[in-house]
């Protein structure tokens, strides 16, 4: 009768585990508690949803300046045997294929075509390529992010000069608007009041002091009337 031993292991919700026994594959262990041989050596693989964040990227556009950015890939295994089996460090040729793939698609574009996409470079054409790679590591591409665009800081500087001056000019033509405007309607003004004097007469007497006495003078022209003021 012969003598058997055993370990137990148990599997995490959301990983599986590799069963190998002298070097080969005995079984794919699902989530839950199994019985292992004492003999067996067991790899565990994360299933669930990760993010992998390239470093970041100095790539060059193709007016000669000079972006770091930043790429995020989102990815999830979908075959534990191959992504264990098939290559060393199975996420090292879909890293190299976003950079790749970033690179190609800035090389292709001005830094102000890069700077007013913003994060929505074409990230699809990056997750593409590293979904290429991804397969033959059993492992599946969601999705790519663009998440930062960092440019020189001379190219800052003279952006942030060209917004501010935008800014002041358009502060000055709405001052010179509006000044435009008053000279307009002061222009209106004093050709109503040259059509009727009586108009110049009434508009002093209302912009008098409070208790000024009025003095109503008649002579020399027809109709004429002289205004004063007493302040007292």
């Known amino acids: 009768m012969?003598?058997?031993t055993f370990n137990r292991i148990t599997v995490s919700a959301g990983q599986c585990a590799?069963?190998?026994v002298d070097g080969t594959l005995r079984r794919v262990l699902p989530p839950g508690r199994h019985r292992i041989d004492v003999a067996a050596s067991v790899m565990r693989v994360e299933m669930r949803e990760q993010m992998l964040t390239l470093a970041p990227q100095e790539v060059l556009t193709s007016d000669a300046v000079t972006l770091r950015i930043t790429v995020a890939l989102?990815?999830?295994v979908t075959d534990a045997v191959v992504h264990t089996e098939a290559?060393?460090?199975p996420m090292a040729a879909v890293y190299l294929a976003a950079q790749i793939a970033l690179r190609d698609i800035v090389a292709g574009a001005t830094a102000d075509?890069?700077?007013?996409?913003?994060?929505?470079i074409d990230a699809e054409a990056i997750a593409a390529a590293a979904q290429a790679a991804g397969a033959r590591a059993g492992v599946e591409v969601v999705a790519a992010y663009v998440k930062d665009v960092i440019v020189p800081a001379e190219i800052r500087a003279a952006a942030m000069q060209l917004v501010t001056a935008k800014a002041v000019g358009a502060a000055k033509l709405e001052t010179a608007r509006a000044e435009t405007a008053a000279l307009r309607a002061l222009a209106n003004a004093g050709?109503?009041?040259?059509?009727h004097p009586a108009l110049a007469q009434l508009q002093l007497v209302q912009r008098m002091p409070?208790?000024?006495?009025?003095?109503?003078?008649?002579?020399?022209?027809?109709?004429?009337?002289?205004v004063?003021?007493?302040p007292d």
Do not use: C, H, P, W
Request: glycine share 14%.
């Open 2 to 4: 012969g003598i058997f």
């Open 18 to 20: 590799l069963e190998y």
């Open 74 to 76: 989102q990815f999830k």
């Open 87 to 89: 290559a060393a460090d």
């Open 113 to 120: 075509e890069v700077m007013q996409r913003g994060n929505r």
């Open 191 to 195: 050709k109503l009041l040259d059509a």
């Open 210 to 226: 409070y208790g000024s006495k009025v003095v109503l003078a008649l002579g020399g022209d027809a109709g004429a009337t002289d």
């Open 228 to 230: 004063a003021s007493d």
